[in-house]
């Protein structure tokens, strides 16, 4: 059984492009959660996904948007990007919006140049 | 604002040992924590949690402790191994209001052979 995947594992952009990145929750799992986790810090809540409708959102700006699909898989989008944008995004899967325990995935490492 | 924070940013501890982690929380309404292990290139990985209800659980060589009255949490690891080296997160989360867990900025533990 494969748990939570992410794609890519690493990606360089340049200031004022746009990145989208993908993840695939774990089998069974309805709801996909973003994080943002900079170096040397704990993740940061981006928002979460269920039923293909953003249930909760952090304090982040309207650049960042995202997708779920029919079959629960999840895309982030960042558009304008900035050199503050670069971190490890990180992708989490639950059930029953997120009062389940939530599965990581190992992360999309974003470089902004 | 809400914050979980940590008192130590790096512990090393004798292989064998017992490690002890400590985590103060900000936000009394929270109800739900969670302790997470993330180990170099590989996203959180869950390790312990506890509601509110309690003041205790032990795991497999893990103990959560946690004191509301002081907003204190505590993640206790019996006879450290060398694949606990990790960085160690608190996250806390009100599931009565939402989903977000809010993380710690987390506690490096280095173990000593």
């Known amino acids: 059984d494969a748990g939570v995947t992410q794609s890519p594992t690493h990606l360089i952009k340049t200031r004022g492009q746009q990145v989208t990145l993908r993840c695939s929750p774990k089998s069974g799992h309805d709801t996909v959660s973003w994080y943002q986790q900079a170096l040397g810090q704990g993740p940061q809540f981006i928002f979460q996904?269920?039923?293909?409708?953003?249930?909760q959102r952090g304090n982040f700006p309207d650049r960042f948007s995202g997708h779920q699909f029919p079959n629960y898989s999840s895309e982030l989008n960042v558009n304008a990007l900035l050199l503050g944008d670069s971190a490890l995004y990180l992708c989490?899967?639950?059930?029953?919006?997120?009062?389940?325990?939530?599965?990581f995935g190992p992360g999309t490492r974003l470089t902004v140049t | 604002g809400e914050s979980v924070g940590l008192h130590l940013p790096t512990l090393s501890v004798q292989e064998g040992d017992n490690s002890i982690i400590n985590c103060a929380y900000s936000n009394s309404a929270s109800d739900y924590f969670i302790w997470y292990k993330q180990e170099s290139g590989k996203g959180p990985q869950f390790i312990i949690d506890?509601?509110?209800?309690?003041d205790k659980r032990q795991g497999q060589r893990v103990t959560v402790l946690l004191n509301k009255t002081v907003k204190h949490l505590s993640l206790q690891i019996a006879a450290t191994q060398p694949g606990d080296s990790a960085v160690y997160f608190c996250?806390?989360?009100?599931?009565?209001?939402?989903?977000?867990?809010?993380f710690g900025k987390g506690t490096r533990l280095h173990i000593l052979p």
């Open positions: 506890i509601r509110s209800n309690m």
């Open positions: 996904y269920y039923e293909e409708e953003e249930r």
């Open positions: 989490a899967s639950s059930l029953d919006r997120g009062h389940d325990e939530q599965y």
């Open positions: 996250a806390e989360n009100n599931r009565i209001r939402d989903d977000k867990i809010i």
